[in-house]
Each structure stands twice: as C-alpha cells, then as structure tokens.
C-alpha cells in the first residue's frame, strides 16, 4: 500500500503514464475531441472525460464523429471559454509533498540546483542546435530553389516566354509550401504560427494542449522551413522561440510523452512551477539562437513570456542563452569552413553598424520619433487587418484541407506577385566588385548591372534586410521601396495565420527597413546637406525598429535585441524612444498581435494588473458559488458522482470538515484537485481488494489534500485578489467567511473575465465554446 501511496499525484506531478487528457482548443482555431477513459473494467467510474489527470487516452469513434465541421463556426470575442484549464504552479503542500521535502538533505538541495543549471545547459545546447539545422537547411533549399528559378529566368528573357518561369516558381514555392502547410493541418495544428501567443499562455499558467510535445517540436521545424524555403513573407525567428521552449519542456522532465519514453531523470522537476521556469529559459535560448541576442532573449522572456521571476532564474535563464549562441555560432563557423570564427551569433545577423556610419544628431530624434508614431500606425493597421482576416479564418477555413489549399494559394500569389514586381521593374543598378548580391537577377538590365527589385524578392527575408540596411545609397529608387513596402506589406499579413509554422518578426523588419530606407532617401533629398546625414542604412535601421514595435508592442526587450543585433549600442536611446512611440500610438487603436490572437481564442489570460477601474469589484462579486466540497473522510461513491457530473467541470474541490456538534457548520481543512482524486480512485487507495460494493467504501483525504491553501475574505478588493492570485501563480483562491466556512472559490476564469474596454469596464461571458 506505501508503493500505491508514493505514485499517489502528491503535487501538481502527472501521472507515471506521462501522457495529457487533450480537450481544450487550439490558438489557431482547431479542436481536438476529448477523449474518455474508465477506471474500472467493469464501467462503473467514467470520469476521465472531465479530468486533467495524465493518462493515455483511446479515442472513440463516436468522439472521433465529432471532428465534422460545420460549414460555418460562430465566433464571438464577447466569450471567456470555459474549456481552457490552469496550471499549478503554486505547490500543493499536502503531508506527502511535505515528508519528500523534509527527507531531502541539505546535499540533496545543492545537487538539485547543479540539475537545474546542467538541464539550462541542455537546453541552450539543443536549442542552438536545432537554430542551426534550420539555417542550414533553409540556406541550402532556399538556394537550390532560386537557383533552378534564375537559371529558367535568364534562359526565357533571352527566348522569350517568361510565363514559363512564373508558373515554375509559382509550382515550386506551393508545392514547398504544400508539405509544410500538411504537416501541420493534418498532424499537429498546434505548430501553426510562431507558437510566441501559446507559449505566453503557457507561462501566464493556461494549459495549453501538446503545445510542449516533442511532436509539436518535428513538425514546427519542419514546417518553418518549408515555409521559408516556399517564398512566404515570413521568418524562421519566431519559431524558435516555440521551439526552445519545447526542447526546455521535454529535457526538464526526463521522459517524452510522443515517444512514450520515460528516461527515470529529473523527476524531481515534474512539477508545474519547475516545468515553467524552464520554458522560460528555453524561449530565451529560443531568442538568443535567432537574432544572438542572448540578454535581449533574457529580457524577452521577462516581457513577454514568465509571469513570475526571482534572481537565481535570471541566471539560469542568461546561462542558457548564451550557451545557445554559442552552440549556433560554433557549429554555423565549420558549416562556412571557418572554425572557431564566432561571427554569426543569431540566425538572422542585421551586420555590424560602424560609428561612423550611424552617427546621428540631436536634430534628428524627433524625426525618430515621427518615424515611430508612423510604425505605430502601420502596425495598428497591420493587426487590424490580421484580426478581421483571423476571424474569417476560423468560421469558414477550419478544415485541414482548406487550410492546405489556402497557404498554397498564398504561396503561388506571392511568387506571381514577387515576378511581376520584378518584371515591370526599371530599377537597374551596376554589378560593381563590391557587390554581394548572391542571386543578381539581370532580366531587362543592360550587361553588368541588376534589377534591384529582385535584390528584395529574390532572396530570404534575412538576406533582404541585411541588403536594405548596409548597402550604399542609391542602391534602390524611392519607387522600388515604395512598391515593395505595400505589396509585401498586404502579404505579410495575409501569410500570418495560416497553417503553416511562421513567424512575423523578419517581414515586420523588412516592411520597416524598407519604407525607413525610402524616408532616409526623401530626406536626403529634399534637405541641404541631407546626403551627408540621412544615411538610407540609419533611417531603415529605425523604421525597422518602428514597424516591428507597432506590430508586437514590445519594448525593453526589443530594444536590446535590436542593439545587441546591430553590434552597436549607439543606438540605444533612437530605438527605445521609437518602441516606446509605437507602442503609445499602436495601443491607442488596437492591442499588440499576440494579444489579439489570445484575445480570439478566449483565453483566460491574466495580465500583470487588474483593470484599473475595478476596486469596487470584491470577491463576493468575482467568486464562483455555491461550491462542491468534499468531507475530510469521505464516500467513494460521493466522489464518483462528484467527478462524473457533466453540468459542472471544476478541478478543485475545498475540503471541510463537520466540528464536533452536528449544527456548527463544516469549516475548511484543506483542497485537493480533481485530478489527484482521479489518482487515488485509479489506484484504488480507497481499499486493496475491488468489489462491486467499492462506493460505499470511504476514502480519507488528509494525505492528499493541501491543508493550507490560500484564502480571503468575502470583502477583499478585485485589484487584491487579482494581485495575489497573479504574484503567487494560484490556480484556486477560497473565499471565507468570519468562520472559515467556504462560500465561494476564485479561478482563473473569474479574474479574466473582467477587463477595460471602450466603455470603462466589461464583463466577458464564460461558455463552454
């Protein structure tokens, strides 16, 4: 009975089974059924269908009929959905959890910490490995590909029929995409996107399903690079930052759930609040393999990602980090046959700034600034139109195929868009020595010179904002920058949100160099001495910034990156006042894009305050009741019945307990959470013998339960309430009387459902939905 007890779910540990009951939807629109399981052989106890608890699951065919879609699936942002769980990164401090730490010795904590740092190793390792697979296998299709496509140019400008080479890059950039757009529609829709929103959600303490598997992890890396390597207007940055958290998962908790492996390591970590810490240090390592920015990733994670933080996390997490840059840079230095040249810190390299080139005056902050309120705008522009395209996505393309179908048709629009942009473009300019175009394109040009128009298309994302950014000015004509703006502009937001994995930091990067290039050029012209001080590079450098901070409203963070990128502190203050312009202007019209795709999904996701007009909301007000509580010493069947209620779907349940005379009133001992009573029933602790009479038998819940949870009383603030359940990551909040009678319980769902719109303060409605 010991050995029953100590596989007992003591904490927010899984099951030994290691697999996760899925039934909550995706962040890209798409639901998974919920899977069902017996406890029993016989059929009596049918209560998996509600629980969290680990346990492998057989999907039925009836569960499996409820994949058809409707035609149509009404939305409506209105919803708070009740279907998203929370995880437990407050420790249940029950007597099992508490013997376990009291055993430890004082060693046993030192060897703990040297796991955490060697695990953040790992993961920096990984993840710089995993950065430099994609760099390379993009360099090596991408190249293959513009190749074979310049090569059929250059044959039919000569012969004629350039049709032909625009139905072949147009097959060859939907074909490409085709595979990437498959493997995520039909195998895991949960690599759909970036995956940043996911993993906010994830730290902000929402169960987000399989958004951690290894599985999710293949099919990312895959998926971005066909996306890359297909001509989209995306970037292979953002999915980084979803895959390092998914390696910090995996490494952390010593066994795979996809595989069904348990490797029998760090099971100390398998815990909610341990698991968490390393996530956030894997979406740094994720930031720092991308732009070698490994303080900028720390700081990211910080921003955008943790919601809770301590010192010692800090320097595990700028451990980690840089580990991953180094491991990109090492490896990538013996790809270019220079080993030990640790000049490639990220996955995209911006180019070193030099002093003398990005001087800049005190006369030209408030065009930085303009720039930023401009950028703002823009980004304002580019998520609104995102969230209107994001809702005709999820009620009419939620089917897998019409999923495939309309990346193939962004992909084959991009590559006819990209050849008529060239085509029609006049923008020739001299091949000259110091030229570093990879795939010059000479189309109409006169021999030795290029179209500058295909110098932008005609290459990776990266590529193109290295080029808009270092080469000499006059470069490009003010009317190739201000075609390629717009066009890639509409593109880059009618490519996000699509089933396939991609990321929006480089086309918002390469929308902004471009039209700051084109500003830098119009100053320099219209101004006496302009040549001299409005630099093209300089100004694409801040319209970067600009446009990237009104799309993704991140501030400090981004402004390390970008200055670690550049290799150039110079401009330090010209970037944080542009972010920070951006964001006041962005703000002021929408919300920032993850936000918004969080936002349409009904999450429950917790910002760092309550809204500012609520301190006459108490938790009388924000409290669910009445409550389902549990006796101290309660029936079998009781519990059964409990779990087994479809009307209802909580996970935690306070205990009571009766005092001695029969009229006082049940007072709180403890709480216990639906999935350790799924646990216990599973494992029978109730009794060693099982029989059909098992319901009347009685299971005491004292080992299993938190004794101390947190409380408050029925007249504490929202703000309060908000501010101790946030700080402290609770997943439950009991609200008492004077005499500690359970009247009500705050969740996750309570707190969120409050928020300030244009009308002072809302109220979301919850729904199943």
């Excluded at 390592?285 to 996390?313: D, I, K, R, T, Y």
């Excluded at 193109?464 to 920058?481: E, W």
């Amino acid at each position: 009975m010991a050995n029953i007890t100590k596989k007992v779910s003591w904490s927010s540990r899984a099951d030994e089974s290691g697999a996760t009951a899925e039934g909550t939807p995706l962040l890209n629109g798409s639901e998974q059924p919920r899977p069902s399981r017996q406890l029993s052989r016989d059929g009596i106890f049918q209560v998996g269908r509600l629980s969290t608890v680990d346990l492998e699951e057989e999907m039925t065919s009836e569960e499996e009929s409820l994949r058809g879609r409707p035609k149509e699936i009404p939305h409506n942002e209105k919803l708070l959905s009740l279907k998203f769980e929370s995880l437990d990164y407050d420790n249940i401090e029950n007597q099992l959890f508490l013997e376990e730490e009291r055993r430890m010795s004082y060693m046993g904590f030192r060897c703990l910490e040297i796991s955490r740092w060697v695990v953040c190793g790992l993961i920096g390792f990984l993840t710089g490995l995993i950065a430099c697979f994609i760099d390379i296998a993009v360099e090596e299709l991408a190249g293959i590909k513009y190749r074979v496509v310049k090569e059929n140019i250059e044959k039919f400008t000569e012969v004629g029929g350039l049709s032909i080479s625009l139905i072949l890059w147009a097959v060859l950039n939907s074909a490409i995409v085709m595979m990437g757009a498959i493997l995520v529609a039909f195998f895991e829709p949960i690599a759909a996107g970036s995956g940043i929103p996911q993993i906010k959600c994830y730290l902000n303490g929402v169960k987000i399903p399989r958004v951690v598997r290894l599985k999710t992890l293949v099919v990312k890396v895959c998926g971005v690079i066909c996306s890359v390597v297909g001509g989209l207007a995306v970037g292979k940055e953002g999915p980084m930052i979803h895959s390092g958290a998914v390696v910090a998962a995996g490494v952390s908790q010593g066994r795979s759930t996809s595989l069904k492996r348990d490797f029998k390591i760090f099971e100390y970590f398998r815990r909610d609040t341990e698991k968490r810490d390393f996530v956030s240090a894997g979406a740094a390592a994720g930031v720092s393999a991308a732009f070698g920015a490994p303080v900028g990733g720390v700081l990211f994670s910080l921003e955008e990602g943790a919601s809770f933080w301590n010192q010692m996390l800090t320097w595990r997490i700028f451990f980690a980090s840089m580990i991953s840059t180094f491991t990109l840079n090492f490896f990538l230095s013996i790809y270019d046959n220079k080993p030990g040249d640790l000049s490639n810190p990220g996955l995209i390299n911006f180019g070193r700034f030099e002093s003398d080139s990005v001087a800049y005056n005190l006369y030209e902050i408030p065009l930085f600034i303009a720039m930023g309120a401009f950028g703002g705008l823009l980004g304002a522009l580019f998520n609104k139109l995102n969230y209107w395209l994001t809702i005709f996505r999820i009620r009419y393309v939620h089917r897998p195929c019409l999923q495939v179908m309309e990346a193939m048709l962004v992909a084959a629009v991009t590559a006819a868009v990209s050849f008529t942009m060239i085509y029609f473009s006049n923008d020739c300019q001299p091949l000259g020595a110091e030229n570093k175009e990879k795939y010059p394109l000479q189309l109409f040009c006169a021999d030795g010179e290029y179209n500058s128009m295909a110098t932008i298309f005609f290459n990776t994302p990266e590529i193109s904002v290295r080029s808009l950014f270092h080469t000499q000015a006059g470069t490009y004509n003010p009317l190739t920058l201000g075609l390629f703006t717009i066009t890639y502009f509409f593109l880059a937001c009618w490519t996000y949100g699509l089933a396939v994995s991609a990321g929006v930091f480089i086309p918002a990067l390469l929308i902004g160099a471009a039209w700051g290039r084109l500003f830098g050029i119009l100053l320099a012209s219209i101004t006496p001495n302009g040549s001299i001080w409005a630099d093209p590079g300089k100004y694409a450098l801040i319209g970067a910034a600009a446009q990237l901070g009104g799309v993704v409203r991140m501030t400090l963070s981004l402004t390390v990156i970008m200055v670690e990128a550049t290799g150039n502190v110079t401009y330090g203050l010209p970037i944080m006042l542009v972010l920070m312009t951006a964001k006041i202007v962005g703000d002021y019209f929408v919300e920032g894009l993850y936000d918004i795709h969080i936002k349409l999904q009904s999450v429950p996701f917790l910002h760092w305050d309550a809204p500012a007009t609520s301190h006459w909301l108490t938790a009388r007000e924000v409290m669910s009741a009445p409550v389902t509580c549990l006796n101290r010493i309660e029936k079998v069947g009781t519990i059964v019945d409990i779990l087994s209620n479809t009307s209802t779907n909580h996970n935690g349940f306070p205990v009571v307990m009766q005092g001695a005379d029969s009229d006082e009133p049940s007072k709180l001992c403890g709480l216990i959470l639906r999935s350790q009573l799924i646990v216990l029933l599973k494992h029978k602790v109730f009794s060693i013998h099982v029989s059909q009479d098992e319901r009347e038998c009685m299971m005491d819940l004292t080992e299993f339960m938190n004794a101390t949870p947190y409380t408050v009383p029925l007249e504490t603030s929202l703000p309060r309430v908000f501010k101790l359940f946030r700080a402290l990551g609770l997943r439950h909040l009991v609200v008492a009387d004077d005499v500690n009678r359970v009247v009500g319980l705050v969740t996750r769902k309570d707190l969120a459902r409050y928020h300030l719109g244009r009308h002072g303060l809302e109220e979301l409605q919850l729904a199943q939905t």
